[in-house]
Nanobody
């Protein structure tokens, strides 16, 4: 099993910044299992949506159009941790943010419990 624990959420005013962290651990944790680490979010009344992802080597990143230029994903492989730096936050970024991991070519099978991000106008 792989456990993912997010932190860093909170309440911030529009235009502000937050940095989310997600640490992976577990008996079956391996570099292959967490080859890709990603962030998703779910706003009230909406479906969960992709935010960003990063490959193990860090050279391949992907972002949702809605966050490009404002959010930056990074990872520290020595700590099995992925980060999401969120700048220029907007009220529409308000959501529960989830961390997830997948192997290369696989699906996101492991998820964190989520951390709430609230952006006030």
């Amino acid at each position: 099993q792989v456990q993912l624990v997010e932190s860093g959420g909170g309440l911030v005013q529009a235009g502000g910044s937050l940095r989310l962290s997600c640490a992976a651990s577990g008996r079956t944790l391996s570099y292959a299992v967490i080859y890709v680490m990603g962030w998703f979010r779910q706003a009230p009344g909406k479906e969960r949506e992709f935010v960003a992802s990063i490959s193990r080597a860090g050279g391949s990143t992907s972002y949702a159009d809605s966050v490009k230029g404002r959010f930056a994903i990074s990872r520290d492989n020595a700590k099995n941790t992925v980060y999401l730096q969120m700048n220029s936050l907007k009220p529409e970024d308000t959501a529960v943010y989830y961390c997830a991991v997948r192997p290369a070519g696989g699906s996101f099978d492991y998820w964190g419990q989520g951390t709430q991000v609230t952006v006030s106008s």
